[in-house]
């Protein structure tokens, strides 16, 4: 989950990747597969005020619950 969503906020540094839309096909204990859209940074449109430098495994909890994933995540600014 950690890397992933560093990964995610890498397309963003790199490339003015912004996502909205995750439809994610596959998640177990170790794995997660996902298909994600969304659009360019474009500061007309989009307001940022603080960006995310990385997640972080501090206090990382991802959990089942039925058929549901919960997961907190802490990420650093």
């Not at 995310?52 to 600014?77: G, N």
């Amino acid at each position: 989950m950690v890397h992933w969503l560093n990964e995610l906020n890498f397309l963003f540094d790199t490339e003015g990747l912004l996502f909205a839309v995750f439809d994610i096909t596959l998640i177990d204990n170790r794995h997660i597969e996902a298909t994600v859209r969304g659009e360019r940074y474009d500061p007309a449109r989009h307001s940022i005020k603080t960006t995310v430098k990385s997640a972080t495994y501090h206090q990382l909890e991802v959990l089942r619950s039925d058929d549901m994933w919960k997961a907190r995540v802490i990420f650093d600014l």
